[in-house]
């Protein structure tokens, strides 16, 4: 069976500081790996999406993301973080079974203004 | 604008009282999902709904049940609130049963058992 690690719970950074969320996952079949984003009292959306070709994706509000097989891993970087960014990132690789999502614990990001 | 709404945001409820959580989409999708939040711990899964009168088991589904009557609308409920029930919930729906969908959120309904 599929599982996911994000590697930090929280992180604070000041605004124009780049980010870069870890995301490992362990391989089960074909690869498709999503994150999705929760804003302070919003709901979550779905941030970035890879299942195949270029692997590195871009997603809204200029993030993007890298899947580098050799190291089952997804993370999600941005060059300048802003305030607005803070929020809930969830990294969510698909499960072996009914196309469901593995969800990862979730990283909160806060950012200084 | 897609849309998927729950029906309270904030519910306070007394051990061993029914629960009904109401899930509504605006998008003909035919799949449906209810999930749990709690800090830590990411989304886990209850129950999901393929489609109509269709239900499958999560990770979690103890305590819970679902009912799927119409496409547009998925219930979640508890038969006996319990406090360990205590947790935000989610509503999400998708597009058939596809890995590459993408999930439409609920903005959650934070139920608190006492």
């Known amino acids: 069976a599929q599982s996911v690690s994000q590697h930090n719970h929280h992180v604070i950074l000041s605004e124009a500081a780049s980010l870069e969320l870890g995301c490992n996952y362990s391989?089960?079949?074909?690869?498709?790996l999503f994150w999705y984003v929760q804003y302070p009292g919003q709901h979550l959306q779905l941030l970035l999406k890879?299942?195949?070709?270029d692997p590195l994706v871009k997603g809204i509000k200029g993030f993007e993301a890298e899947f580098i097989k050799s190291k089952f891993s997804f993370n999600l970087r941005k060059p300048s973080v802003q305030w607005s960014d803070t929020a809930e990132y969830f990294c969510?690789?698909?499960?072996?079974?009914?196309?469901?999502?593995?969800w990862g614990a979730g990283t909160k990001l806060i950012i200084k203004p | 604008d897609v849309k998927v709404t729950q029906s309270s945001r904030y519910l306070v409820k007394r051990t061993g009282e029914k629960v009904f959580l109401e899930c509504v989409q605006d998008?003909?999708?035919?799949?449906m999902f209810w999930y749990r939040q709690d800090p830590g711990l990411g989304l886990r899964l209850i129950y999901f709904?393929?489609?109509?009168?269709?239900?499958e088991k999560g990770d979690i589904p103890e305590g819970y049940s679902v009912s799927r009557e119409k496409k547009e609308r998925f219930s979640l409920i508890l038969e006996s609130a319990s406090t360990n029930q205590t947790s935000m919930y989610l509503c999400a729906s998708r597009r058939r049963q596809t890995s590459t969908g993408e999930l439409f959120f609920g903005e959650g309904s934070r139920l608190t058992v006492l």
């Open positions: 890879y299942f195949s070709g």
């Open positions: 998008m003909d999708h035919e799949n």
């Open positions: 709904s393929y489609d109509v009168k269709m239900k």
């Open positions: 969510a690789p698909r499960g072996d079974s009914n196309y469901q999502l593995i």
């Open positions: 391989y089960g079949g074909t690869v498709n």
